[in-house]
């Protein structure tokens, strides 16, 4: 096709300087007669701040493409004109957006709430020099392989470039999905697209009938982990194999359709990562679900890493049944994701049939992700820190960095309840990543004020210390901070630390290299290789503060505690003990010589201004004795 008779390309601009609006209307809406490129010519003073090349603009192709632009000024006019365009099945293109709008109007929440609107759309952040975070807009819009990046004074040719390149991506990117909406190009099975179709076919076909049918929705077990651990390609060549074996099993059930028995009477499709789902044209009893769920939730396929160990891939389960459950395809396959979701939640290899309590809990749950993608886009964190002391000497040794989140509508919400929730939609990096930032910034500000904090501990989670690049993450926020790396520790959980696995000895031991300490979190409570803790590259073990209730010198617990500190203190390796809340705790921990504690005893989390005020209050005291010391903290 001519390139003359293309369709035009839809543009939006969004921009608070009307004269940056005009410039583009001039690059993008050409005066007719203007071969030359005068006018583009004359842009490059407006935009570009210099002279132009008429040799050089006489040179670029004219005419060959239009383009259909809109122009706003603040960015809710802007997303009310991409949902507007989607309704009229006319969505942009391209979306140029500028990064530094007026005070109250947020160019990256603008970016996701258009992103969320048009998955599709291409946009370009058009920023004044450093003003901008590439990370930042990646996170809050992603993928960040769709955003782009001019710099401003902007150049006419560069816009028209741009605007053209982007143009043919995304109409290329469009037809591609036309291409494999049907089909999963991985396993081969149908697509979610394909599906929907099939389920709306197969629910007017047995209403048709009087048939009852079951959908069941299959989610992977830790396949993250796995792909993680493996490697992507491992992965996809993992997903395969649980195509084929879907079918396998489907087969040797040898289900039938009662209206055409030469035809199975099942579907399978991909819906996309690590689901699957099955339906069952004609299902007689609710033990005919179950017998075909239970062969779907034993293991699947055997992956083997490079060490040839053996991981089973079970998948958990969630059943919709149609008429009971839903008539509607839509509501049918919610339901049995949420179904699924709860089943997920309950253990690995489970099967969950929906039900309406369900509902309301999948219901709050996407309420929380919405408001937890939220807080991740627009800073809504903070951290609180729980100093540690030194018993030996009674002076603060540390503080530990704690991530707290309160909602505007939420209101606090428990980490134990938005952790893992983060884990599960990979937001953990993220956040993990600006925990670890802000905690040393916190602590170069003390250090330079004077302030003796000692270290600074940050939890890193397991999916944030195996992702590729965290070491390196580490090095970078260092130097950024300029934080000294004896300054930091990061504590990382006993199952991880203490896991026979090469990398995790790898990840460790370049941590040393690069200087920061490791404490193991809630030690004592896991199930430990205890002879790994000679080969690790490990500084401190935290113990748990379950096996600190009731610690007395003659208890069990207080056997064990002074166990680990014994064997801590003949492989090198501090203690610190966690929980501690009277101070009669505080002295048997004296006497079994662990080398630090903290709890609520001496100090509750505090957010940052307040620990300024507490370490001002430490410099300052006059207590010369350890036991005075703790004791004018506990009160």
């Known amino acids: 096709m001519p390139a003359s008779s293309a369709a035009p390309i839809r543009i939006l601009v969004v921009d608070d300087e009307q004269a940056v609006l005009d410039a583009f209307r001039r690059v993008l809406e050409p ?61 942009f293109n391209i979306v140029f957006l500028d990064s530094h709008l007026p005070t109250g109007h947020d160019s990256q929440l603008a970016a996701q709430q258009i992103r969320e609107l048009d998955q599709k759309v291409e946009i370009v952040i058009c920023a004044s020099g450093p003003d901008v975070n590439p990370l930042a807009f990646g996170r809050s819009a992603p993928p960040a392989d769709r955003i782009f990046y001019l710099s401003k004074p902007l150049n006419p040719h560069e816009i028209r470039r741009i605007s053209l390149a982007l143009g043919e991506k995304h109409a290329s990117f469009n037809q591609r999905m036309v291409e494999l909406a049907e089909v999963d190009s991985l396993t081969g099975l149908p697509s979610r ?42 992965g996809d060549e993992m997903l395969r194999r649980v195509g084929v074996r879907l079918r ?66 079970t998948a958990s389960i969630g059943v919709a049944l149609y008429p009971a459950d839903s008539v509607d395809e839509d509501a049918l396959l919610r339901q049995a994701g ?20 369900m509902k309301e809990g999948s219901q709050s749950r996407f309420r929380l ?106 090095r970078r926020v260092l130097r950024d901070t300029g934080l000294d790396p004896s300054r930091l520790e990061l504590e990382i959980t006993e199952s991880l630390a203490m896991s026979d696995d090469d990398r995790t000895a790898q990840i460790l031991a370049e941590l040393r290299r690069i200087g920061v300490s490791i404490a193991i979190d809630d030690f004592g409570v896991g199930h430990s290789n205890l002879g790994r803790l000679a080969s690790i590259a490990v500084n401190r073990l935290k113990i748990d503060r379950g096996l600190m209730r009731s610690v007395d010198p003659q208890g069990r617990r207080a056997a064990i505690v002074g166990a680990i500190v014994s064997m801590a203190r003949t492989l090198g390796l501090q203690v610190l003990a966690e929980g501690v809340e009277d101070f009669a705790q505080l002295l048997d921990l004296q006497e079994l010589q662990c080398n630090e504690v903290q709890g609520y005893l001496l100090s509750q989390p505090l957010p940052a201004d307040e620990i300024t005020v507490l370490l001002q209050r430490l410099e300052q005291s006059t207590d010369t004795s350890r036991t005075m010391r703790l004791r004018s903290l506990a009160g």
């Open 31 to 91: 005066v007719p007669g203007d071969a030359g490129g005068a006018i583009l010519d004359g842009l490059r003073m407006r935009l570009l701040g210099s002279g132009g090349n008429p040799a050089l603009l006489a040179k670029q192709p004219r005419r060959q493409q239009t383009f259909d632009a809109t122009y706003c000024s603040v960015p809710v006019a802007a997303v009310a004109a991409v949902r507007d365009a989607i309704a009229a099945n006319a969505p």
């Open 338 to 357: 949420i179904a699924m979701y709860t089943a997920k939640r309950q253990g690995r290899g489970r099967v969950e049939y929906f039900n309406a309590t």
């Open 193 to 234: 697209t394909q599906f929907v179709a099939r389920l709306r076919h197969a629910i007017a076909s047995a209403k048709r009938d009087g048939r009852t049918m079951a959908l069941l929705y299959l989610d992977l077990d830790s396949f993250r982990c796995i792909n993680d651990a493996l490697g992507q390609v491992a």
């Open 248 to 313: 396998e099993i489907m087969g040797e059930n040898h289900v039938t359709d009662r209206l055409d028995p030469r035809g199975p009477g099942f579907e399978i499709a991909r819906l996309g990562s690590d689901q699957f789902v099955v339906l069952l044209h004609t299902i007689d009893d609710s033990a005919h679900v179950d017998s075909v769920a239970q062969q779907l939730t034993i293991p699947l396929v055997t992956a083997a890493d490079s060490a040839s160990t053996s991981i089973m891939v």
């Open 369 to 474: 992700e919405q408001r937890l993608q939220r807080a991740l886009a627009r800073d809504g964190f903070a951290l609180f820190y729980q100093p540690q002391f030194d018993l030996g000497t009674g002076c603060i040794s540390g503080v530990e960095a704690l991530l707290r989140w309160t909602d505007d509508q939420l209101g606090s919400v428990s980490p134990d309840e938005f952790i893992p929730l983060a884990e599960e939609m990979g937001l953990i990096v993220p956040i993990g990543e600006w925990a670890l930032r802000t905690a040393c910034s916190h602590f170069r500000e003390w250090q330079d004020m004077g302030l003796q904090a000692g270290r600074v501990a940050v939890n890193v989670s397991p999916p944030q210390f195996i992702e590729p690049g965290f070491c390196e993450t580490v």
